[in-house]
């Protein structure tokens, strides 16, 4: 019996008391998606774009919708971009991988010098995270229990 087809999961999630129907629901989905392998699916859409800075332009232009029709797009493109001209409209991909739909999105933001700092403290961080993690890890194969450790932290 095969259990990925529409018509068996919606037969076994009916069955199901509602509480637990969400779990179920996505495990079949990843039954499913074992059941397609790692085929990857496309579908067209079109891209509405504006831009940052709508009173003279100079900002970046990132994606604003992303819509299943053109008409749907040329509307949402009325009167949003820059000055309150009509905002471009492309076309593009959208594809499925991992049971998730992927699609471009907006422009990707590089680092200010605050945030490289603040990078590097975190980094710092996670590294003395780990380091001490490893070192109770290696007392505790010595043979130190836990209100030892508790007695040298104090």
């Known amino acids: 019996m095969?259990?990925?087809t529409k018509e068996a999961i919606k037969a076994i999630?009916?069955?199901?008391?509602l509480a637990n129907r969400p779990a179920v629901e996505q495990?079949?989905?990843q039954l499913q998606h074992k059941a397609?392998?790692?085929?990857?699916q496309e579908k067209q859409i079109y891209v509405v774009w504006t831009?940052?800075?709508l009173t003279e332009g100079r900002g970046h232009e990132y994606i604003q919708h992303h819509c299943e029709k053109e008409s749907t797009a040329r509307r949402l493109a009325k009167k949003n971009y820059v000055m309150g001209t009509?905002?471009?409209v492309t076309k593009e991909k959208?594809?499925?991988v991992n049971g998730r739909w992927y699609a471009p999105g907006p422009?990707?933001?590089?680092p200010s010098k605050e945030d490289d700092i603040e990078e590097r403290r975190l980094e710092a961080e996670r590294k003395a995270a780990e380091r001490k993690a490893a070192a109770l890890a290696k007392a505790k194969e010595l043979g130190l229990t836990d209100a030892d450790l508790a007695a040298l932290a104090a």
């Not at 999630?13 to 008391?17: A, E, G, H, Q």
């Not at 422009?107 to 590089?110: I, L, S, T, Y």
């Open 2 to 4: 095969d259990l990925t």
């Open 107 to 110: 422009f990707v933001c590089g």
């Open 36 to 40: 397609e392998g790692d085929t990857v």
């Open 94 to 96: 959208m594809f499925y």
């Open 51 to 53: 831009n940052t800075d």
């Open 27 to 29: 495990l079949v989905k």
């Open 13 to 17: 999630v009916d069955t199901l008391p």
């Open 86 to 88: 009509d905002g471009r």
